[in-house]
């Protein structure tokens, strides 16, 4: 092929600790006649493991836990090995939850179902779709060869303040609290594994980018939300109304 760079966002396959695709789409790269010059991946926060709301950095250790997680490690070290044996310019972007306008936790709010209590609540972190989508073409021309980014806003909220927040503002209930031992028995594994993990992932490297988020955190966007309220009340259940006055939030 003639592409000389590859912004690689699939996800592995659902199933086993390999990254099979990665390596399937190594196997081609390697084979073609075209000359890779910068790769880009897209993994996620998650091959940090749990630690216990614990600052993670991009130096701290891997320590998946789940094995979405550990298909991202495969992933990883293969795309590094790979890398410098064909002298191709490697950045991997760690991400965390990704929100947008379509990807807020409205129904998952509606649903009821309950937040863990405050006191076992496990930290989340977050990035618009927008910032990421800015960062991935930043990396492009500004990614350090073989370097590791964290792609969050730095925010640290926990879970339940999250979805606090997301009530608040579109004038919602907010979830119902119970504690870990409970709300285990009646979430599905996969949720469960988001849950139980917890950690405040440092964006430090995020300004070798030289691209500023336009949402720096969750709060700043849903405090900007009011411009799209057309957009909400005409997309949502007729129960959902914005308030851009809640309380409950501040930017940071």
Not at 195 to 213: A, D, I, W
Request: aromatic share 8%; with cysteine.
């Amino acid at each position: 092929g003639l592409a000389q760079t590859v912004i690689h966002l699939a996800p592995p396959q659902n199933v086993g600790h390999r990254d099979c695709r990665t390596r399937n789409l190594l196997r081609i790269l390697s084979q073609g006649s075209g000359v890779v010059r910068r790769f880009i991946y897209i993994s996620t926060t998650g091959v940090y493991g749990d630690h216990k709301g614990e600052r993670v950095m991009e130096s701290t250790p891997v320590k998946p836990q789940s094995e979405r997680a550990k298909r991202r490690v495969d992933a990883e070290q293969v795309l590094r090995l790979w890398a410098l044996a064909h002298g191709v310019a490697l950045t991997i972007l760690r991400v965390p939850g990704i929100y947008a306008l379509d990807r807020l936790p409205i129904e998952r709010i509606q649903s009821r179902t309950p937040a863990l209590l405050a006191v076992e609540d496990a930290y989340s972190n977050h990035i618009h779709s927008d910032d990421l989508a800015r960062l991935i073409c930043a990396a492009v021309y500004h990614g350090k060869p073989q370097r590791v980014i964290n792609a969050s806003d730095g925010g640290e909220a926990k879970m339940g303040d999250y979805f606090d927040a997301v009530a608040d503002a579109f004038g919602l209930e907010r979830l119902p609290r119970l504690p870990a031992a409970e709300l285990e028995k009646i979430v599905s594994p996969m949720l469960w594994s988001f849950m139980k993990e917890s950690r405040r992932v440092s964006n430090g490297r995020l300004k070798e980018l030289k691209t500023p988020l336009r949402y720096p955190s969750v709060a700043a966007f849903l405090k900007s939300s009011g411009v799209f309220k057309n957009y909400f009340q005409e997309s949502l259940s007729p129960t959902v109304r914005l308030n851009t006055g809640a309380p409950g939030f501040e930017s940071t």
